[in-house]
């Protein structure tokens, strides 16, 4: 993971969507990765230091960990293959809570797109 975010100079949210570069990140759990690890979306990826990278693995493996014991996120009609919708939606600090309050800072969270995607971000908590 690290070399291949050291290698190019896109948004940091546009390179963890490339399944060619990672594999298996939507944008839902991109916003939350990003979020949990205090990095901004459209920060270029090659600017992200060692001790981000650090952070930023670990929210990964958090993240989809957490989000895989609560069964996914269901926004409309996901379901797994028993018909059981996911739980981790209502654990979500920031997508889909655009202009509402971030839970950490109490700043608005704003909604922005990159990499054609909506993309949600506190501009308290992930500095540019």
Known sequence: MTNALRRTSRPLKAALLDQSLIAGLGNIYVDEILFRSG?????????????????????IRRILCEAIEAGGSTLRDYADASGTPGRYAGRHLVYGRAGLTCHKCRTSLQQLQVAQRTTVVCPGCQLL
């Open 39 to 59: 990095l901004h979306p459209q920060r270029r990826a090659d600017r992200v230091s060692d001790d981000q990278l650090r952070s930023l693995h670990r929210s």
